[in-house]
């Protein structure tokens, strides 16, 4: 199993900007797709975004405009950029990758999770 780690989260005031980090220990992200999920307090784990294995990058309604996923190759991590960050952004964000078959995009479909970054946003 490939070992994803979350890095970039952090308190941040409404309004304001993050961007998370997910390395690899393998070219993991080279191939199938990957995505980002956020889980917040007493809610089901949701969608952000995610990037297919052919590139294709959808998000969530709630996040269109405000965030960006994109892959660093140089770097083998997976980034999502936020910003003009809400108060229901406050979750734990997790990296996944490794989706099977290649080009499935569902929670169940990806082998590899990372532990979670926590983002806090206050008003």
């Known amino acids: 199993q490939v070992r994803l780690v979350e890095s970039g989260g952090g308190s941040v005031q409404a309004g304001g900007s993050l961007k998370l980090s997910c390395a690899a220990d393998?070219?993991?992200?080279?191939?199938?797709?990957k995505a980002w999920y956020r889980q917040a307090p007493g809610k089901a784990r949701e969608l952000v975004s995610a990037?297919?294995?052919?590139?294709?990058?959808t998000y969530a309604d709630s996040v269109k405009g405000r965030f960006t996923i994109s892959l660093d190759n140089s770097q083998n991590t997976l980034n999502l950029q936020m910003g003009s960050l809400k108060t229901d952004g406050t979750a734990t964000y997790y990296c996944?990758?490794?989706?099977?078959?290649?080009w499935g995009l569902g929670a169940s479909n990806y082998k590899s999770w990372g532990q979670g970054t926590q983002v806090t946003v206050s008003s």
């Open positions: 996944a990758a490794d989706s099977r078959p290649c």
């Open positions: 393998t070219l993991i992200f080279s191939t199938c797709g």
């Open positions: 990037m297919s294995h052919n590139g294709t990058i």
